[in-house]
């Protein structure tokens, strides 16, 4: 699938923003979603991943208890909505799909969008 992210920008300390992620070109509803992020020198890190259905979901401990992430399956898009942003939460932001299970290994994950990214100033 082809994966488009948006919904990235500049936000201060304690403030929200929603992503957003739009697939096309394949079956969404086959693929479980995940949410990945990269600051600039770190490795990609896993933020988020969702099922199939949307009935379950997975959050680092870095994010639990700020960020939800969900899925529509009739609009092929899936969303990560942060709350409570703090100055570390600054990256680049990837959605990525898998086909039928979700994983927290950003290596199981076959197609990636191009990043919206989120700067958090304190």
């Known amino acids: 699938v082809q994966l488009v992210e948006s919904g990235g920008g500049l936000v201060q300390a304690g403030g929200s923003l929603r992503l957003s992620c739009a697939a096309s070109g394949g079956t969404f509803s086959n693929n479980a979603m995940g949410w990945f992020r990269q600051a600039p020198g770190k490795e990609r890190e896993f933020v988020a991943a969702?099922?199939?259905?949307?009935?379950?979901?997975y959050y680092a401990d870095s994010v639990k208890g700020r960020f939800t992430i969900a899925r529509d399956n009739a609009k092929n898009t899936v969303f990560l909505q942060m709350n409570s942003l703090k100055p570390e939460d600054t990256a680049g932001y990837y959605c990525?799909?898998?086909?039928?299970?979700?994983?927290?290994?950003?290596?199981?994950?076959?197609?990636w969008g191009q990043g919206t990214q989120v700067t958090v100033s304190s």
């Open positions: 990525a799909a898998r086909l039928w299970a979700y994983s927290t290994n950003r290596r199981d994950y076959a197609d």
């Open positions: 969702i099922s199939l259905s949307g009935g379950s979901t």
